[in-house]
Antibody, heavy 119, light 107 residues
């Protein structure tokens, strides 16, 4: 079964850091681009970041550029999102998602992990 | 960045109704449009890509149409499991952008 499982969310103070992980199974992880998409409470979906299959190319939404870093470990079938200098507006459910194939839309999604930035 | 505007933001319908949701792009995106369904507390689910191609396993009562700037998602005969929020997403150009969502509620 194709599956993505996020972890690492939690409560963090403004200015703090958090590292999210996404464990992939049931498919050849190293062949796919991967994304992070977030959803603030009661709001819509917002694309955050994308990484290509070997990790050599990344892209970010302007709102997180310079603060967030996407990475992957293909040997461990795991995607990461390092989040630094967190702000209240980063509070959201963070989903990892599989790209269909170099297209920037997503066919497999994890259940999400919740990040709350508050003092 | 391209802006995606969905309408209506919410609608009430009954089981068996035909429902149409529209999505408008701020500039032409050819057919680079996807539709997702999201139920409360759940992850989004891909329904349609390339504006009109049904994702494997999605019921045929769902259909998509349009190209350029104007797109529609139609549910031909609403079922109880279809009450959810629907999002469009353009992937014509970076960054990927989602519409604001349309919540389909029970009348």
């Amino acid at each position: 079964e194709v599956q993505l499982v996020e972890s690492g969310g939690g409560l963090v103070q403004p200015g703090g850091s958090l590292r999210l992980s996404c464990a992939a199974s049931g498919f050849t992880f190293s062949s796919y681009w991967m994304h992070w998409v977030r959803q603030a409470p009661g709001k819509g979906l917002v694309w955050v970041s994308r990484i290509n299959s070997d990790g050599s190319s990344t892209s970010y939404a302007d709102s997180v550029k310079g603060r967030f870093t996407i990475s992957r470990d293909n040997a461990k079938n795991t995607l990461y999102l390092q989040m630094n200098s967190l702000r209240a507006e980063d509070t959201a459910v963070y989903y990892c998602a599989r790209d269909v194939g170099f297209e920037y839309y997503m066919d497999v999604w994890g259940k999400g992990t919740t990040v709350t930035v508050s003092s | 960045a391209i802006r995606m505007t969905q309408s209506p933001s919410s609608l009430s319908a009954s089981t068996g109704d035909r429902v149409t949701i529209t999505c408008r792009a701020s500039q032409g995106i050819s057919s680079y449009l996807a539709w997702y369904q999201q139920k409360p507390g759940k992850a989004p689910k891909l329904l349609i890509y390339a504006a009109s191609t049904l994702q494997s396993g999605v019921p045929s009562r769902f259909s998509g149409s349009g190209s350029g700037t104007d797109f529609t998602l139609t549910i031909s005969c609403l079922q109880s499991e279809d009450f959810a929020t629907y999002y469009c997403q353009q992937y014509y150009s970076y960054p990927a952008v989602f519409g604001g969502g349309t919540k389909v509620e029970i009348k």
